[in-house]
């Protein structure tokens, strides 16, 4: 099975901030790999898949990059609507894998 | 629009069986492949099931492989989860997935609100 590590857990950080978090595969995921948002009491919301390519309605500030085994998911700019909890992929192969998630708090 | 609506959920003791459904709307279901997340309360998200576009091909956790069965009827746009020999550890909300598959990558795009699964005695 692919292993997916993804860091920080959690981070604190203001409106204005450029954040990253990053996800790590245990082997090459050939790009198979996607980003989700989750706000509490809702359901995930895809925000990056294929390593980088942003899904429909997802605002600019938002990007992911990377490839092989190590990817990025970047805010540019932190607005509040931001302040979430955030999920990588893997769906190169079954069982598809979820990173352990990495919570974005307000500073 | 899409729609993914789950139901079924509900207080099961250990060892009892449920099924879950998932009514799926506003796109052509026979040609999308189907997966089951989970969410344990105050936890990450884990993927318990695919299924492909037929029916034909499903895979599981080993967490759930054996226990649970994934099954869809296409003639009802409809997407099941039978949950046999429950377990406290099976408790989380149980989401449906809408999955699209490229030739260069696969991702889950749409996704149900979620129904609660609590297993307890």
């Known amino acids: 099975d692919i292993q997916v590590t993804q860091s920080p857990s959690s981070l604190s950080a203001s409106v204005g901030d450029r954040v990253t978090i990053t996800c790590r595969a245990s082997?090459?995921?050939?790009?198979?790999l996607n980003w989700y948002q989750q706000k509490p009491g809702k359901a995930p919301r895809l925000l990056i898949y294929?390593?980088?390519t942003l899904q429909s309605g997802v605002p600019s500030r938002f990007s992911g990059s990377g490839s092989e085994t190590d990817f990025t998911l970047t805010i540019s700019s932190l607005q509040p609507e931001d302040f979430a909890t955030y999920y990588c992929q893997q769906t190169y192969s079954t069982p598809y894998t979820f990173g352990q998630g990495t919570k974005l708090e307000i500073k | 629009e899409v729609q993914l609506l789950e139901s079924g959920g509900g207080l099961v003791q250990p060892g009892g069986s449920l099924r879950l459904s998932c009514a799926a709307s506003?796109?052509?279901?026979?040609?999308?492949?189907m997966n089951w997340v989970r969410q344990a309360p105050g936890k990450g998200l884990e993927w318990v099931s695919l299924?492909?576009?037929?029916?034909?091909?499903?895979y599981y956790a080993d967490s759930v492989k054996g226990r649970f069965t994934m099954s869809r009827d296409n003639s009802k746009n409809t997407l099941y989860l039978q949950m046999n020999s429950l377990r406290a550890d099976d408790t989380a909300i149980y989401y449906c997935?809408?999955?699209?598959?490229?030739?260069?990558?696969?991702?889950?795009?749409?996704w149900g609100q979620g129904t609660l699964v609590t297993v307890s005695s």
């Open positions: 082997r090459s995921l050939n790009n198979y």
């Open positions: 506003g796109f052509t279901f026979r040609s999308s492949a």
């Open positions: 997935a809408k999955e699209t598959r490229l030739n260069w990558g696969r991702y889950f795009d749409y």
């Open positions: 294929v390593a980088s």
């Open positions: 299924i492909s576009e037929s029916g034909g091909s499903t």
